[in-house]
């Protein structure tokens, strides 16, 4: 089992950058492929980013290629999602998540993911 724990979420203006930070607990940090998801209020989760357990592999949203990139840092047991360029339609509760396998899959569902962390929000004003 792992613990995860977003942070970094705020308000910003459109055309601004965040970084979010999830941290990890346990040692098998590095066995999970990870992931950014993010939700609207009223809307479904929606997948935003994924990184493989290796870190060499990575998929994105069309919605935020070219905008966002993910990152982990397997010793310091972190998952970052910087966020350039921002548009108010990503404003949303951000979430990080792990999945088990750590495959090098685009896994876009909710439900293949194992463990979640509590959100962070994320608001960009116009």
């Known amino acids: 089992q792992v613990q995860l724990v977003e942070s970094g979420g705020g308000l910003v203006q459109a055309g601004g950058s965040l970084r979010l930070s999830c941290a990890a607990s346990?040692?098998?940090?590095?066995?999970?492929?990870m992931a950014w998801f993010r939700q609207a209020p009223g809307k479904e989760r929606e997948f935003v980013a994924r990184?493989?357990?290796?870190?060499?592999?990575?998929y994105y949203a069309d919605s935020v290629k070219g905008r966002f990139t993910i990152s982990r840092d397997n010793g310091k047991n972190t998952v970052t999602l910087q966020m350039n360029s921002l548009k108010p339609e990503d404003t949303a509760v951000y979430y990080c998540?792990?999945?088990?396998?750590?495959?090098?899959?685009?896994?876009?569902?909710?439900?293949?993911?194992?463990?979640w962390g509590q959100g962070t929000q994320v608001t960009v004003s116009s």
């Open positions: 998540a792990a999945d088990r396998s750590g495959g090098i899959y685009e896994r876009v569902h909710p439900y293949e993911y194992d463990y």
């Open positions: 346990g040692r098998a940090f590095s066995n999970y492929a």
């Open positions: 990184i493989t357990w290796g870190g060499r592999t990575t």
